[in-house]
């Protein structure tokens, strides 16, 4: 039976592997060649560097693409956990007032509940509500500028550019007082 038991003996790159993976280290190289070899830098947690156009950081031990849009996605991110009470935030509408208020639901049921308390729920529903209508005023506004100043030239759904003349003067000035009459009189009413 002494004859049947593995007799292999291990290579040096072997054992060094096995240490290279026990420390961690998944780059490191168990052997010796000649050629080309590409220069490495070791980078740390945090570190910014940029390397073929593209700028990179360590995060969490992954290393991550720096991008434009960071900022957007972080502030599209919903934690976990309520940063106020602590509690889950697994119901969609403690997600919907945290992209509103910054706090879970059951928080905002809670922050208005003191707020009638103290009377002033009215002046904080009537800034929300106010502060709505003016993002909508001002969407308007946007849109129909964008219309008036439009070069009059459409992209069909089969890709074609089309130019449509006709807009005269005399349209853009009616569309720009009818959206000044539609912006004073919601002001007026609601403002």
Known sequence: MSDSLLKKEFKSSDV???RNIVNKDFTSK???????????KKYKEGDIWEESGKTWTIKNGV??????????????????????CKG?????LAQKMYRIHGMCFDC???????????GLYEDYEKNLMQGNIKVFLNNIEDYTMSLINNENSYVTEHGDLEDWKGKSSVQKEKLLKNLKQYIDIVSKHVL
């Open 16 to 18: 060094q592997r096995v």
């Open 30 to 40: 168990t052997k010796s060649s000649a050629g080309y070899q590409k220069s490495s």
């Open 63 to 84: 290393r991550q693409n720096v991008t434009k849009l960071d900022a957007a996605k972080k502030a599209l991110r919903i934690p976990l956990a309520c940063p106020k």
């Open 88 to 92: 889950p935030m697994k119901h969609h």
């Open 108 to 118: 905002v049921i809670d922050m208005e509940a003191n707020l009638r308390k103290a």
